[in-house]
């Protein structure tokens, strides 16, 4: 199991949970080492002082907030631990509000909060809220403070759990206002031709169904450089051209679609026949599925990429 970033209590009025943090997020990004490219040696990094061309130690390190006019104010570690907040062991709850009145752009980090302990009035609260989070839709609103920082956060219900979200304040949040809005109000019958085409673009939620193809492509050729293989980078798309004819673009969008959604609009199977691909090695397989987008191509065996790219 996952160790435990934070524990202590969830508090709503006198009510206290004992409570322990975990991620609900994970790192799948694939990290590169800095090399020197003549002998393949780590890079390492080292702060120099401008002045003086020589390495500072951490120790000799300030901390300067430059101000409008360039002058330099400098703080102390002292003088910036003045405003640490207070390491409160508690997630201190003042409201709750509707979930759908929470707009999304204010979520952030994602975390479940789990019971601690062995008690079983503690365990009966957790799951009181569970219960009654989950039956009325509601998110508790709060405070705690994570290693150094203070931190607004979301409590609210997730497959059975309390899942607790760092949120964004208010003035982090940056308004529409000055940023180009596009021309003019569209028609009634580019507004209808749109809406036929989001209903057919329209799909039930499903997250599997979206995989990081970025990660996925270099997955590929770090498999095929370690296999001795030349890497070569892909010709360059053009961007396409803008819309000229919205009606037009919107109908022959439409028509393509034969008036239904296929889950994005994507063709993933079915554009190759069983004879052309058997012939394929793995590699050559994953890129064809890589372009159409098949799920969960990077576990497939020759033979399921093959039976799933010719799939009508």
Not at 198 to 205: C, E, G, S
Request: net charge negative; hydrophobic share 35%; proline share 5%.
């Amino acid at each position: 199991m996952a160790r435990s970033l934070w524990t202590g209590s969830l508090s709503f009025g006198l009510v206290n949970v004992p409570v322990a943090l975990f991620s609900a997020a994970r790192d799948l990004d694939i990290h590169f080492n800095q090399l020197h490219e003549e002998d393949g040696a780590r890079i390492e990094t080292r702060r120099f002082c401008a002045d003086e061309d020589r390495e500072v130690p951490y120790e000799e390190i300030g901390h300067g907030y430059e101000l409008d006019s360039g002058e330099q104010v400098v703080l102390s570690d002292d003088e910036l631990a003045s405003v640490a907040p207070e390491k409160t062991r508690t997630i201190d709850i003042q409201a709750f509000v509707d979930a759908a009145d929470v707009d999304p752009v204010f979520y952030d980090h994602p975390y479940f909060l789990v019971p601690t302990g062995e008690s079983q009035g503690p365990l009966r609260a957790y799951r009181l809220l569970v219960e009654v989070m989950g039956s009325t839709d509601r998110v508790a609103l709060g405070r705690f403070v994570l290693r150094t920082k203070e931190y607004l956060v979301a409590v609210r219900v997730r497959d059975g759990l309390l899942s607790l979200t760092t949120m964004l304040f208010a003035d982090e949040v940056r308004p529409a206002k000055g940023i180009p809005a596009g021309g003019k109000k569209p028609t009634k019958a580019a507004l209808e031709q749109a809406e036929k085409l989001i209903d057919a673009l329209t799909v039930a939620w499903d997250p599997s169904q979206y995989e990081d193809r970025h990660r996925e492509r270099l997955r590929a050729i770090v498999e095929k450089k370690q296999q001795g293989k030349t890497i070569k980078a892909p010709a360059q798309e053009k961007e396409p051209a803008p819309t000229g004819d919205l009606m037009e673009a919107l109908k022959r969008t439409l028509a393509e679609l034969g008036g239904g959604g296929n889950g994005g609009g994507e063709q993933r199977a079915g554009r190759f026949t069983k004879d052309d691909l058997e012939g394929l090695s793995r590699d050559e397989l994953y890129e064809r599925a890589q372009e159409a987008d098949l799920p969960g191509r990077s576990s497939m065996s020759k033979k399921e990429l093959v039976k799933a790219l010719a799939a009508p």
